[in-house]
């Protein structure tokens, strides 16, 4: 699976979006760019995959780069309640379901 | 639909017993994961299981760590001789057991301190 990277920690000010950056500059083409978070010590939380369409459901928004080599999740109006720890994972298939990789991910703060 | 199940929340242990964490998956999903998370350190993949079948324990220590899915009830994560190491938290997380989907649904955790 390709590896990612992300930035360590990012800031936002509540109500406005938040925009999460994640490379993956080796990723190939079966892979799917996973994310979830972790809210302060609770069990990690799906939000949101995609192959190479942009995706959008009512937790977030993915962007995926046309090369695929880097993607972006937005949160479009972040509130205090999204402070956590964001993980961008890609993952290809290989027959079955699989474990997932955390990285470090990013730490987002939302300000009031 | 209730969410993933852990039991206990928290557990405490004191040096060389044994710890039983359990983990009721989703209704409807037949794959189940358990990670680790160790104090200030990131989420660690140990075993997957389907019912009855263990597919993958490539992050389980060689020693002192089961896990098990049994046809009927929960998925056990026993660990013997519990050692100050241990004390973490234990993750458990379910899939459905269909189609093509890496959306893993996690469970509250199971806090685990050996003293």
């Known amino acids: 699976d390709a590896k990612t990277t992300q930035p360590p920690s990012m800031d936002c000010a509540e109500g406005r979006a938040a925009n999460l950056p994640c490379n993956h500059s080796?990723?190939?083409?079966?892979?799917?760019v996973y994310w979830y978070r972790q809210i302060h010590s609770q069990g990690p939380q799906y939000i949101i995959h995609?192959?190479?369409n942009n995706e959008t459901n009512e937790m977030a928004s993915l962007i995926i780069t046309e090369d695929r080599k880097s993607s972006t999740l937005i949160l479009p109006h972040a509130t205090l309640r999204d402070t956590a720890v964001y993980y961008c994972?890609?993952?290809?298939?290989?027959?079955?379901?699989?474990?997932?990789?955390f990285g470090s991910g990013t730490q987002l703060t939302v300000l009031p | 639909n209730a969410g993933v199940m852990q039991n206990p929340r928290h557990l405490v242990r004191r040096r060389g017993q044994e710890a039983r964490l359990r983990c009721s998956p989703m209704k409807g999903h037949s794959h189940v994961y358990w990670y680790r998370q160790l104090p200030e350190e990131g989420l660690k993949f140990m075993v997957y299981l389907q019912k009855e079948n263990i597919i993958d324990e490539s992050g389980m220590p060689k020693e002192r760590f089961s896990a098990e899915f049994p046809k009927e009830g929960p998925s056990i994560l026993r660990i013997q001789q519990v050692v100050r190491g241990d004390s973490a938290a234990y993750f458990c997380a379910s899939s459905p057991g269909q189609g093509f989907s890496y959306e893993q649904y996690f469970g509250p955790g199971t806090r685990l301190t050996v003293t």
């Open positions: 995609g192959l190479k």
């Open positions: 080796t990723i190939s083409g079966n892979e799917y």
């Open positions: 994972i890609v993952l290809g298939y290989r027959g079955s379901a699989r474990q997932l990789t």
